[in-house]
């Protein structure tokens, strides 16, 4: 028997180094979570009766989804710290503990008289390591159960299979491409149930009925750093310019943090004729904004913080206090990996999110990700940049060019049986969601 660890980030890629280096028939005998990520123990030939087969079965899936459900009841049992002491017994019962923390309950002597039991206080400890134990138990399960669907489609329906390895090429989330398969499911010609649901799919995304500095009002641009929140806005405001005229347009940069930022906005407001107005980190932006009112079209440009930075929840407040009454469009560059764009979203939907605006199509190499996350937020696509010209390179979205787009730059190659597997996973993440 071969026994041998593995380090990783994340349980996926875990999963991946176990399969490359001691392949398919390998048996996860441990996880725990460490410093940075995740280590698993595989054993090759490794002989116990109680291993699950290894084809395919039905009950099997419904026993780890029965166990999945447990799990999720336990996490959201962990969440109230506030049970009595027989409560946090009964649900440590039966779960396992690390090494390193575990629980001591301390004898209780019976009184003389009764009088009243005051809790315990349980050590918060205990329940972060609970947590990160059940995170990576569930993690697991979720690898397997979309390794274990997957399988049992190819092997039961090769038509649907073929349509999620192409839904996979354009690179969509695993619970849209459900939704999508579920509305072709009675149409058997191959080519027509494709162009069927390229054409739900451009239905599911949302765009503007009414071009955003048509409507005229105070737009801000919010985003990490790198989207292209400036240029974006250079391109608004030079297609508003050579339209409307330069007397009814103002801009207004928050971005005190990143150097050359506001010598930048100056230099487009000297070539565009346009004012453009500072405000400072603790200066009231509605004040600011209070001589620009009389301006049909307000352009903000903002800072890409960092999700931990505290200014970033200062600058989220501020666009959305009630005395600004701004339509916040988040600036995504679609080169941007699926965990940056969906930490984006989390970190600036606080503010109040009117739509995205979709940057760097030229460069893509794949749309389906950030479509996956407009669609799945309901966020309507506002514009799309595709280079450096200002303004040539910013266009109004439309449905059916933008899917066009996303399949002809699709990944040439087909999706490996872990990229499938791990598209399958994602659909665990969606209570409600199955593949069958």
């Known amino acids: 028997m071969q026994v041998k660890r593995f380090f990783a980030a994340d349980m996926r890629q875990a999963m991946k180094l176990v399969r490359d280096e001691l392949g398919a028939d390998a048996a996860i005998i441990g996880n725990r979570r460490i410093a940075g990520g995740v280590e698993l123990t595989a054993a090759l030939d490794y002989k116990l009766s109680a291993l699950a087969p290894r084809v395919p079965n039905v009950e099997l899936e419904d026993e780890l989804r029965k166990t999945q459900s447990r799990i999720v009841t336990a996490q959201a049992e962990l969440s109230s710290r506030s049970e009595s002491e027989d409560g946090n017994r009964q649900l440590f019962a039966g779960l396992p503990l690390t090494a390193s923390e575990p629980l001591v309950e301390t004898p209780v002597e019976t009184p003389a008289a009764p009088v009243a039991a005051a809790a315990a206080p349980v050590d918060p400890r205990l329940f972060d390591a609970m947590r990160s134990e059940l995170s990576g138990l569930r993690e697991l399960l979720e690898v397997q159960l979309g390794s274990l669907a997957w399988s049992q489609l190819q092997g039961n329906q090769p038509q649907q299979a073929n349509l999620w390895r192409r839904l996979q090429r354009i690179g969509l989330?695993?619970?849209l491409a459900h939704e999508l398969l579920a509305q072709i499911a009675g149409i058997e010609e191959p080519r027509h149930a494709w162009r069927m649901l390229l054409a739900h799919l451009a239905r599911r995304i949302d765009v503007p009925e009414v071009e955003p500095i048509e409507e005229g009002g105070v737009i801000a641009m919010v985003g990490p750093a790198g989207m292209g929140k400036t240029t974006?806005?250079?391109?608004?405001?030079?297609?508003?310019?050579l339209k409307y005229g330069a007397q009814n347009l103002a801009l207004v940069s928050m971005d005190s943090f990143r150097i050359g930022a506001q010598e930048q906005l100056k230099t487009l407001g000297r070539i565009l004729n346009v004012s453009v107005t500072h405000v400072d980190p603790g200066q009231s932006l509605a004040q600011a904004l209070e001589p620009l009112l009389r301006k049909r079209v307000v352009l903000i440009d903002t800072a890409g913080l960092q999700a931990s930075d505290p200014a970033l929840r200062m600058q989220l407040e501020t666009l959305a206090g009630r005395g600004i009454a701004?339509?916040?469009y988040l600036v995504l560059a679609t080169t941007s990996q699926k965990q940056?764009?969906?930490?984006?979203?989390h970190s600036y939907k606080r503010c109040g999110l009117a739509g995205c605006i979709l940057t760097k199509l030229d460069e893509t190499a794949s749309l389906g990700e950030v479509l996956s996350l407009a669609i799945?937020?309901?966020l309507p696509?506002?514009?799309l940049t595709d280079g450096p010209r200002i303004p040539d390179d910013l266009h109004l979205p439309r449905r059916h060019q933008?899917?066009?787009?996303a399949v002809s730059v699709q990944m040439q190659d087909e999706p490996s049986e872990e990229a499938m597997a791990d598209m399958f996973a994602d659909l665990y993440h969606s209570p409600g969601k199955r593949v069958g």
């Open 326 to 328: 701004s339509k916040n």
């Open 402 to 405: 933008l899917v066009s787009r």
């Open 232 to 241: 974006t806005l250079a391109k608004l405001a030079a297609r508003y310019v």
């Open 340 to 345: 940056v764009l969906t930490a984006a979203y």
């Open 376 to 378: 799945s937020h309901e």
């Open 381 to 383: 696509v506002a514009y």
């Open 173 to 175: 989330s695993g619970p």
